[in-house]
Structures are given as C-alpha cells and as structure tokens.
C-alpha cells in the first residue's frame, strides 16, 4: 500500500508560479507511475502531468490547458514527486491530487484515467485571482 500526501497548495496572483510536491511512503518500491490530476466542483477529474518513476519518462496531455506551464519531476531518493506549475490563471484554480500505481502498463496505456491510478492523495487546493 502507499500512502500520499500532498503540500504546497495555497492563494496565488494570476501571473505567478506554484509548486506542489506529493511524498509517497508505504511501499513505495511499488509506484510503477505517479501523476498529479485536478478537479473543479462537480466535475470529473482531469490529468495534469504524469511520470514514469523507474525512467523519470513524463507525459502531459495536449489538449490540457497546462500544456507548456506545467513541468513535472521527481526526487527519487525522497519518493517525492514535484509539480511545478507557471503563468497560473484563474482557470487553474482547484484541487490538485496526486495520484499513483503500481502497474506501468496501464498508466502508460491510460495515463490520463483516474481509474488507471490505485492510490491517491487528500488533495491540495491551489486558488489563483
């Protein structure tokens, strides 16, 4: 089992920058992949970035509004997983969670399912005015 926690979220001005990290514990060998999805009210939750732990391999969805603002990475050695999100606007207000599994198959076969994803954090709203 692994257990996920994310921090960093908070209030921020249109305009500027975020960093949102997800630590992972429990049996962490196990995370075959790790991903950060959103959410708005009502509204099924939707892929932000995805990485691949044993080659740091990342993916982030064209039609996503991040596409080209969002950078995603990892500290392996702190089973950690970082989102750094620029440029945020009004439309990136959310809640961000950080998502994980053990099959890379189906990650990379479904990468942008929340299905594909076995375990998942509390969450973290991130708010931009």
């Known amino acids: 089992h692994v257990q996920l926690v994310e921090s960093g979220g908070g209030s921020v001005q249109a305009g500027e920058s975020l960093t949102l990290s997800c630590a992972a514990s429990?049996?962490?060998?196990?995370?075959?992949?790790m991903a950060w999805f959103r959410q708005y009210p009502g509204v099924e939750r939707e892929p932000v970035a995805v990485?691949?732990?044993?080659?740091?391999?990342?993916?982030?969805p064209d039609y996503t509004s991040v596409k080209g603002r969002v950078t995603i990475t990892q500290d392996t050695a702190r089973n950690t997983v970082v989102l750094q999100m620029n440029s945020l606007e009004p439309e990136d207000t959310a809640m961000y969670y950080c998502?994980?599994?053990?099959?890379?198959?189906?990650?990379?076969?479904?990468?942008?399912?929340?299905?594909?994803?076995?375990?998942w954090g509390q969450g973290t709203q991130d708010t931009v005015s």
């Open positions: 998502a994980a599994d053990s099959n890379r198959l189906r990650c990379e076969l479904r990468p942008v399912v929340p299905e594909a994803y076995r375990y």
């Open positions: 429990g049996d962490t060998a196990s995370s075959a992949c």
């Open positions: 990485i691949y732990v044993a080659d740091g391999k990342t993916y982030v």
